[in-house]
């Protein structure tokens, strides 16, 4: 009777209180809000999990994730650590000993020589994006970023206010971004230039002599480089340089790395920034402390397993990707009107197909509700990705098969215009 006296008591505020008021059509957001992009593939997930919630045969190759299980090793370490009691908060940089292994990883695959006090470690490596620019870019600094390019970069750069300048990302220069056009960008408002090597969504890499070119033009200037290296072990045929190993370059080179491609960890939610100053460092945990106060404690000890344990299962998911690309690359060629280059890194490629004289997102739109094949209009990555699809190949090769001949059969359907695209 006591109990129930005492939480009638505990329940009366909540009786009494004026009911609250939601105003659902006309609430008001803050104005910066009006200034977020977003991830187009996330939209298209769910549009095509309704589809096969109405029973639909749905092939994804839309999501950006590798269709392989996280090795054993780093999961049977995460599940010891959770075993072994690391159920509390961290460091808001992250644990020494993660700090350690990256800052050695990144010291011997970029040549250059990192301190674990340069890293910080977010849940996932999207946080580095955001918080880089956050922590440098206000109203006026103009940011070079490429397009096709992450959408995150643009809608981040309006975000912290900034504005975003698109250097175009051209299939005549296998998608790689044009140097001088970038140099002919640059302005004295350039604060920071956004490289991002294996690129999504066109698989480009950029070569020796583009990273040198850049670095002869922007070494000892207020410029920042943000290097988004999350593909850097996943190329083919050539290794993924950074501007951070050009000679005098690191000191202006915030490096993004991170675990959730390499190593099938896209849901632990585990990525890393490498800072070229302590202070930079510093205000960047300082917004880790304002948000997520720290990252998993045992993901982190996962990261460590996964940096410093055995790597053959990469090794054979990239091999698996490779056979892929290659077979993914000939199917499509196969198609009339479509045109698709070899990507040299990334599990993404980015088919030509303006002879159907159609916007891609009309194509992407189509593709999905009459062939039941989910793919990305190359304008979720920006204007300059009109006339192209992005798919991802992270996925079996019976599915791939049977996707792109699914493509074939209703893009054959379609009338081809006389503009055909380049050919591979
Ligand atoms: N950068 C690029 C170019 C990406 O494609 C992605 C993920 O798709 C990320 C960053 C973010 O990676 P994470 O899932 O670790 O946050």
């Known amino acids: 009777m006591l109990a129930l006296i005492h939480l009638i008591y505990q329940a009366l505020p909540l009786l009494t209180m004026p009911r609250l008021q939601v105003k659902v059509e006309s609430m008001d957001f803050a104005e910066r809000m009006s200034r977020l992009g977003t991830e187009t593939a996330f939209e298209v997930l769910a549009r095509a999990k309704q589809l096969e919630s109405q029973g639909r045969r749905i092939v994804h190759m839309e999501i950006g994730e590798p269709d392989f299980k996280t090795p054993d090793h780093v999961v049977s370490t995460a599940i010891k650590a959770l075993e072994d009691g690391w159920h509390h908060y961290t460091p808001s940089a992250g644990i020494p000993a993660l700090r350690q292994a990256i800052a050695e990883h990144i010291s011997r695959t970029r040549r250059i020589r990192v301190a674990p006090d340069q890293v910080v470690v977010t849940p996932g490596a999207k946080p580095i994006i955001f918080f880089s620019l956050l922590a440098l870019i206000q109203k006026n600094d103009e940011v070079i970023y490429p397009n096709p390019g992450f959408p995150i970069y643009e809608s981040m750069i309006r975000f912290a206010g900034g504005t975003p300048v698109a250097a175009p990302l051209r299939e005549e220069l296998e998608f790689r971004m044009d140097v001088d056009e970038v140099i002919r960008l640059a302005t004295p408002r350039t604060r920071m230039i956004i490289l991002n090597s294996p690129n999504n969504p066109t698989g480009s890499v950029l070569d020796q002599h583009d990273l040198q070119k850049l670095a002869t033009a922007f070494r000892g200037k207020d410029v920042f480089f943000f290097s988004d290296e999350i593909y850097s072990q996943l190329t083919y045929d050539c290794e993924a340089l950074s501007i951070a190993s050009q000679a005098g370059m690191q000191a202006q080179t915030i490096i993004l790395d991170g675990f959730s ?144 001949s699914k493509m074939a059969e209703t893009l054959g359907k379609l009338e081809i215009g006389a503009t055909l695209g380049p050919q591979a």
């Open 261 to 404: 491609k390499t190593y099938a960890m896209t849901g632990w939610r585990l990525g890393y920034g490498v800072f070229p100053s302590l202070e930079l460092a510093g205000q960047i945990t300082k917004l880790m402390v304002n948000s997520n106060s720290c990252t998993a404690a045992f993901t982190q000890l996962a990261g460590v397993a996964a940096l410093t344990g055995d790597h053959t299962p990469v090794r054979q998911m990239l091999a698996t990707f490779r056979t892929r690309r290659d077979r993914v690359v000939k199917l499509l060629n196969e198609i009339p009107g479509v045109s698709c280059r070899l990507p040299h890194g990334a599990f993404y490629v980015f088919p030509n197909v303006k002879s159907f004289s159609q916007k891609s997102a009309d194509l992407a739109t189509l593709l999905l509700n009459e062939a039941g094949v989910a793919v990305l209009s190359g304008t979720a990555f920006g204007r300059h990705g009109e006339g192209y699809l992005r798919l991802s190949y992270a996925t079996s090769m019976e599915l791939l098969e049977e996707g792109i």
